[in-house]
């Protein structure tokens, strides 16, 4: 039987993670799936420790470093399965994650992206989840609006996701011009073309290993800009997208400012309509270099102590 679902799993010096994750496909209730992992050039044990995991379910393919979107599209461009699920090395799903997201996908079989929630823990212990704009806490079904419902956490997160491979191949996958932001780039192309099936029952796990994955703080200094700048005619005729879009302008500003590249702040800065954001986001906004610096260590001492406060709630 040919697989229902194929799993890519670009893998990239994540040594330490990757024999985890690879156990919680193998432990999924689903089992007609196959497994394509790609290693990214990794210069510590990981391919070894993913070749003893090796069957009939799982292949591995070596590449020079190229990136994690040419790792995923790669990854892809092997698959059997008509339809693409996404799982980072180091993130893990629960056991009824594969036979969730093949539910959503069989419900609602014309839907361009099927989403499962998702728990957010933090250096292994601090559990904090999600909250989505407007979606109840037993919502199974189609998003009315994707972006509306993006403005806290987002619907779409990638080890948590599925894709039919016809619409990957179509909107041409991951910009592998982006070496951050991928991800949010190819939601927000899915979302503008298609309808987004979500179940709010949470499958997976996201594991945040230190801050600076999380907060952006590695990103490249033109991806943000790059990013929101794409749709920047297309947002003029769709609020929504609109807000979406200043929210990441905001994180991405907040970003380059603690980064000392003041150009790249006050260009994203300058296309954020103020009313698009809080009180608290326009107090950050405003805040010094130095300042947001404490503030961020601030956040990481309280994540420890399990309290997360976010500008976006």
């Given at each position: 039987?040919?697989?229902?679902?194929?799993?890519?799993?670009?893998?990239?010096?994540?040594?330490?993670?990757?024999?985890?994750?690879?156990?919680?496909?193998?432990?999924?209730?689903?089992?007609?799936?196959?497994?394509?992992?790609?290693?990214?050039?990794?210069?510590?044990?990981?391919?070894?420790?993913?070749?003893?995991?090796?069957?009939?379910?799982?292949?591995?393919?070596?590449?020079e470093?190229?990136?994690?979107?040419?790792?995923?599209?790669y990854?892809?461009?092997?698959?059997?399965?008509?339809?693409?699920?996404?799982?980072?090395?180091?993130?893990?799903?629960?056991?009824?994650?594969?036979?969730?997201?093949?539910?959503?996908?069989?419900?609602?079989?014309?839907?361009?992206?099927?989403?499962?929630?998702?728990?957010?823990?933090?250096?292994?212990?601090?559990?904090?989840?999600t909250?989505?704009?407007?979606?109840?806490?037993?919502?199974?079904?189609?998003?009315d609006?994707?972006?509306?419902?993006?403005?806290?956490?987002?619907?779409?997160?990638?080890?948590?996701?599925?894709?039919?491979?016809?619409?990957?191949?179509?909107?041409?996958?991951?910009?592998?011009?982006?070496?951050?932001?991928?991800?949010?780039?190819?939601?927000?192309r899915?979302?503008?073309?298609?309808?987004?099936?979500?179940?709010?029952?949470?499958?997976a796990?996201?594991?945040?290993?230190?801050?600076?994955?999380?907060?952006?703080?590695?990103?490249?200094?033109?991806?943000g800009?790059?990013?929101?700048?794409?749709?920047?005619?297309?947002?003029?005729?769709?609020?929504?997208?609109?807000?979406?879009?200043?929210?990441?302008?905001?994180?991405?500003?907040?970003?380059?400012?603690?980064?000392?590249?003041?150009?790249?702040?006050?260009?994203?800065?300058?296309?954020i309509?103020?009313?698009?954001?809080?009180?608290?986001?326009?107090?950050?906004?405003?805040?010094?270099?130095?300042?947001?610096?404490?503030?961020?260590?601030?956040?990481?001492i309280?994540?420890?102590?399990?309290?997360?406060?976010?500008?976006?709630?």
């Open positions: 039987m040919s697989a229902y679902i194929s799993v890519i799993i670009p893998l990239y010096n994540k040594a330490e993670f990757i024999a985890g994750t690879i156990e919680s496909v193998i432990n999924q209730s689903f089992k007609n799936y196959e497994v394509i992992i790609i290693n990214d050039g990794s210069t510590d044990n990981s391919l070894e420790i993913a070749k003893a995991y090796s069957s009939d379910k799982i292949s591995i393919y070596s590449t470093n190229k990136g994690v979107s040419h790792a995923r599209n990854g892809v461009s092997k698959a059997k399965a008509d339809l693409i699920a996404f799982l980072d090395a180091d993130d893990l799903w629960l056991t009824n994650h594969l036979e969730d997201l093949y539910k959503l996908y069989k419900s609602y079989p014309d839907c361009g992206l099927y989403a499962n929630n998702y728990d957010k823990v933090f250096f292994n212990s601090a559990v904090v989840k909250v989505f704009n407007g979606i109840p806490n037993n919502f199974h079904g189609i998003i609006d994707y972006f509306k419902a993006s403005t806290i956490d987002c619907i779409a997160w990638t080890s948590a996701v599925a894709i039919p491979k016809s619409v990957f191949k179509n909107l041409k996958g991951f910009n592998t011009t982006l070496n951050s932001a991928e991800d949010t780039d190819l939601w927000i899915i979302a503008l073309k298609y309808n987004v099936a979500f179940s709010s029952k949470v499958t796990i996201k594991n945040i290993h230190n801050l600076n994955n999380h907060l952006s703080l590695n990103m490249k200094a033109t991806d800009l790059t990013l929101v700048n794409q749709f920047t005619s297309i947002e003029k005729e769709n609020a929504s997208l609109k807000k979406y879009l200043d929210l990441n302008r905001f994180s991405f500003a907040i970003e380059r400012k603690m980064g000392n590249d003041m150009n790249s702040f006050k260009n994203l800065k300058s296309n309509d103020t009313k698009n954001l809080n009180y608290k986001q326009l107090i950050i906004l405003r805040l010094p270099r130095l300042v947001l610096k404490q503030l961020m260590r601030l956040k990481y309280l994540i420890k102590k399990r309290l997360y406060i976010s500008p976006f709630k």
